[in-house]
């Protein structure tokens, strides 16, 4: 994260709040169809109003039918320890979101092609939630899935705080077991329309 400090005249502000990382990148804003309209800083994005944009989360499984759950790691400025199904981000301009999921496989996880043969795009949604007081997730969303057929993992401890497989039907059927996970909205719309489908 950036600890850069500036005042309105360019200079250095020492009273002035760190500048957030996501304050130097772009999503991908879109329309309710997904349809580009511009880029857009992320952290504007995230807070206030919001800007509906582009993102996905993937959900990834073993050979038995269970999740990978991944708790967001604490220095996450929305839905910080969260847990996850299994890893969400925005693709960038001119990425696919097929090729902006393996990215993430392999930087959050260290899932490497080589471990899987099915990665697909299987849903899409239109979400928006706010989070505390720290800001707010528009997006549409994709879903992608992925079955590992090699289940050996290397998580980023500055994106991933935990790991755990769950039986996905279970999962589904008895959430209110499972509350004390607190799992990111965007997993459960996921979740949820993938049971209804």
Not at 56 to 73: K, N, P, S
Request: hydrophobic share 35%.
């Amino acid at each position: 994260m950036s600890t850069d400090h500036r005042d309105d005249a360019g200079g250095a502000d020492t009273d002035a709040e760190p500048i957030h990382e996501n304050a130097g990148q772009d999503v991908i804003a879109v329309d309710a169809d997904d349809a580009p309209t511009g880029l857009v800083n992320r952290l504007d994005a995230h807070t206030g109003d919001g800007i509906r944009h582009r993102a996905f989360t993937c959900l990834v499984f073993d050979a038995e039918g269970r999740i990978l759950l991944g708790q967001r790691a604490p220095e996450k400025r929305l839905w910080d320890t969260h847990w996850d199904g299994t890893v969400a981000s925005h693709p960038v301009e001119g990425q696919t979101q097929t090729a902006a999921t393996q990215e993430r496989l392999d930087d959050e996880l260290g899932i490497t092609p080589d471990q899987y043969s099915d990665l697909r795009v299987t849903d899409k949604f239109e979400y928006k939630r706010y989070y505390e007081n720290a800001g707010l997730e528009w997006e549409v969303c994709s879903v992608l899935k992925v079955t590992l057929e090699d289940t050996s993992l290397d998580p980023d401890e500055a994106e991933i705080a935990g790991l755990l497989w769950a039986d996905y039907e279970h999962l589904h059927d008895n959430l209110s077991w499972y509350r004390q996970l607190r799992l990111c909205p965007w997993f459960e719309i996921a979740m949820r329309r993938d049971f209804t489908d």
